[in-house]
């Protein structure tokens, strides 16, 4: 197994923050009711004043999910009764997992005339343009909405004057491609180093937009190449959950995944100071900071040999690549169900889920890799790595990519 396989960089932070203020609500909202989140009515068996509920009588308004919250706590806040609430989760099981509530998700509500502890409407508004309604008439029933969506192929071909961030930006194309973009191409390019200015470089990918033209999921690469001086370096991936492989000068040379897609790079390896227990101490790899539940992959091929608990690291995830490569993945929230000792993995597989396990500040995922047992800066690139082979599916992508840029000609012209 090649060990510069396994380099992975970061190059700009892309988290999101998630909204921290509701939607001002449609009609103004009446003192009660933040009187109502302050004496917190979601108590079991607590009851709505009169006064109160007759303030709350008909309100309708928005309400923006922020971190940390659920749809039970909202609706808690409103005033409605524990069994309703009930009543309400057992209506979204059939058409969405309430799980996959994310901050900046939506709710429009209606409170009942008639009964100020239930509601007359509900509309839950999530990512990708999914909208969940609830009907009150009689039994409470979920419908849920699904958006027609236009699959757009789109493509770019610029030259790097700055980051590479900034020229994604300044085309519309992904910002969150210069993250994984340079930890796909680790094992060759050092974009610190290799990156003067006046390179070439060429993508494309495909989009999901709602009929307006908001973009909805997340953007699917499947071709990049990065001219640098006489050297082309191509990848092409078939499919997001599956590896890329990468070219150089038309030569398939990389198979592999990074450990994590869209992630913040939140350290690096050598001296710091610990986040936990203070003073200078020696980081082992390197952290991705991303939420609780982030998908983590096998950077490349192996056997697990360590599912379990290390103290320091938490949940912990090692996998031997052979040649005296070990990657290790720690501070998970769970691993994989069908993951054991003597498992084998492939490149791209997930393995398991960020978490904040282990000594650690908050959610991210520490990725190391040691060679005959010594922790090595996984952003190195020391050795060339083996060449690998290359499918005739490999092939085409390369030749699709390569086309719909307009390199097919130079290329053989060259």
Same mark, same amino acid.
């Given at each position: 197994? #090649?060990?510069?396989?396994?380099?992975?960089?970061?190059?700009?932070?892309?988290?999101?923050?998630?909204?921290?203020? *509701?939607?001002?609500?449609?009609?103004?909202?009446? &003192? #009660?009711?933040?009187?109502?989140?302050?004496?917190?009515?979601?108590?079991?068996?607590?009851?709505? +004043?009169? #006064?109160?509920?007759?303030?709350?009588?008909?309100?309708?308004?928005?309400?923006?999910?922020?971190?940390?919250?659920?749809?039970?706590?909202?609706?808690?806040?409103?005033?409605?009764?524990?069994?309703?609430?009930?009543?309400?989760?057992?209506?979204?099981?059939?058409?969405?997992?309430? !799980?996959?509530?994310?901050? %900046?998700?939506?709710?429009?509500?209606?409170?009942?005339? *008639?009964?100020?502890?239930?509601?007359?409407?509900?509309?839950?508004?999530?990512?990708?343009?999914?909208?969940?309604?609830?009907?009150?008439?009689?039994?409470?029933?979920?419908?849920?909405?699904?958006?027609?969506?236009?699959?757009?192929?789109?493509?770019?071909?610029?030259?790097?004057?700055?980051? $590479?961030?900034?020229?994604?930006? +300044?085309?519309?194309?992904?910002?969150?491609?210069?993250?994984?973009?340079?930890?796909?191409?680790?094992?060759?390019?050092?974009?610190?180093?290799?990156?003067?200015? !006046?390179?070439?470089?060429?993508?494309?990918?495909?989009?999901?937009?709602?009929?307006?033209?908001?973009? +909805?999921?997340?953007?699917?690469?499947?071709?990049?190449?990065?001219?640098?001086? *006489?050297?082309?370096?191509?990848?092409?991936?078939?499919?997001?959950?599956?590896?890329?492989?990468?070219?150089?000068?038309?030569?398939?040379?990389?198979?592999?995944?990074?450990?994590?897609? !869209?992630?913040?790079?939140?350290?690096?390896? @050598?001296?710091?100071?610990?986040?936990?227990?203070?003073?200078?101490?020696?980081?082992?790899?390197?952290?991705?900071?991303?939420?609780?539940?982030?998908?983590?992959? +096998?950077?490349?091929?192996?056997?697990?040999?360590?599912?379990?608990?290390?103290?320091?690291?938490?949940?912990?995830?090692?996998?031997?690549? @052979?040649?005296?490569?070990?990657?290790?993945?720690?501070?998970? &929230?769970?691993?994989?169900?069908?993951?054991?000792?003597?498992?084998?993995?492939?490149?791209?597989?997930?393995?398991?889920?960020?978490?904040?396990? %282990?000594?650690?500040?908050?959610?991210?995922?520490?990725?190391?890799?040691?060679?005959? !047992?010594?922790?090595?800066?996984?952003?190195?690139?020391?050795?060339?790595?083996?060449? *690998?082979?290359?499918?005739?599916?490999?092939?085409?992508? $390369?030749?699709?990519?390569?086309?719909?840029?307009?390199?097919?000609?130079?290329?053989?012209?060259?």
């Amino acid at each position: 197994m #090649p060990r510069s396989q396994f380099a992975i960089l970061a190059l700009v932070a892309l988290a999101t923050t998630a909204a921290n203020a *509701e939607i001002p609500a449609t009609r103004p909202m009446p &003192s #009660p009711l933040a009187d109502m989140a302050a004496d917190s009515v979601a108590d079991a068996g607590s009851s709505i +004043a009169e #006064p109160r509920a007759a303030a709350m009588a008909g309100l309708t308004g928005d309400t923006v999910i922020e971190h940390g919250e659920s749809l039970d706590r909202v609706l808690s806040r409103l005033g409605i009764r524990p069994e309703v609430r009930a009543e309400i989760a057992m209506a979204f099981e059939d058409v969405y997992d309430l !799980g996959d509530l994310r901050p %900046g998700d939506v709710l429009n509500w209606k409170i009942s005339r *008639e009964d100020p502890g239930r509601l007359a409407s509900l509309r839950l508004q999530v990512s990708g343009g999914v909208e969940i309604e609830l009907s009150f008439a009689g039994g409470i029933e979920a419908n849920r909405i699904d958006p027609t969506m236009i699959t757009r192929e789109r493509n770019e071909v610029l030259v790097l004057d700055g980051t $590479l961030y900034d020229a994604l930006l +300044a085309r519309n194309a992904p910002g969150r491609f210069a993250v994984d973009l340079v930890a796909l191409m680790a094992g060759q390019v050092d974009f610190r180093r290799d990156i003067k200015g !006046g390179e070439t470089f060429a993508l494309v990918w495909q989009e999901d937009a709602l009929p307006d033209g908001t973009i +909805a999921g997340e953007p699917r690469l499947s071709y990049a190449r990065l001219t640098i001086g *006489e050297n082309i370096y191509e990848l092409v991936s078939s499919d997001p959950a599956s590896p890329i492989i990468l070219f150089e000068n038309g030569t398939a040379v990389q198979r592999s995944a990074p450990p994590i897609m !869209g992630a913040r790079l939140s350290s690096v390896f @050598g001296n710091r100071k610990h986040p936990v227990l203070g003073g200078q101490r020696m980081h082992t790899g390197i952290d991705f900071a991303a939420p609780i539940g982030t998908p983590v992959n +096998a950077t490349g091929a192996g056997r697990v040999v360590f599912t379990g608990s290390i103290r320091g690291y938490g949940t912990t995830v090692d996998i031997d690549h @052979g040649g005296g490569v070990i990657t290790r993945y720690a501070h998970l &929230s769970k691993i994989s169900d069908a993951l054991r000792k003597g498992s084998r993995v492939s490149a791209g597989d997930q393995i398991g889920a960020v978490g904040a396990t %282990g000594l650690v500040s908050g959610p991210n995922l520490h990725y190391e890799v040691r060679v005959d !047992g010594r922790p090595v800066d996984p952003m190195q690139d020391e050795v060339m790595p083996e060449q *690998e082979t290359a499918s005739p599916a490999d092939l085409a992508l $390369l030749e699709t990519g390569r086309a719909r840029t307009g390199f097919d000609q130079a290329d053989r012209d060259g």
